[in-house]
């Protein structure tokens, strides 16, 4: 699999360990990703379930300061948008961030341009 990055349980304290280690971890998920089998996989119950609602992506450019997260946070959920996930990165030195959300809602022009108007936010868009 391109892209991803097995590391081993802490137990594997040698280079050998932490080599035959990995590459169980990579067997098991490849595993499940193929057919769905995830024995002897860490960490899981009984049986995994996807989540079915629905996630929409918003992109905020922001500058990188205290509250902008709080004021982000409170439009969202006074339209009763649920956050799944947020992601931020700072954009190098400049003291702006690109702010990712993963929301269950879909936001429409309206809290697009509510989130706008929040001093220090730059841009919002899904």
Sequence with gaps: MDN???SSHLGASTVEAQRETSIEIARVVAGYLRGGDFTNSVNAGESIELEERPVYTLFIHHRDVPGVFASIDKVLADNEINI???FSRQIGKS???????VIHKKVTPEIIKTLCEIEN???AKI
């Design 84 to 86: 799944r996930a947020n």
């Design 95 to 101: 003291g702006y961030a690109i702010s990712v959300y």
């Design 4 to 6: 991803v990055v097995f």
């Design 121 to 123: 936010i730059c841009n």
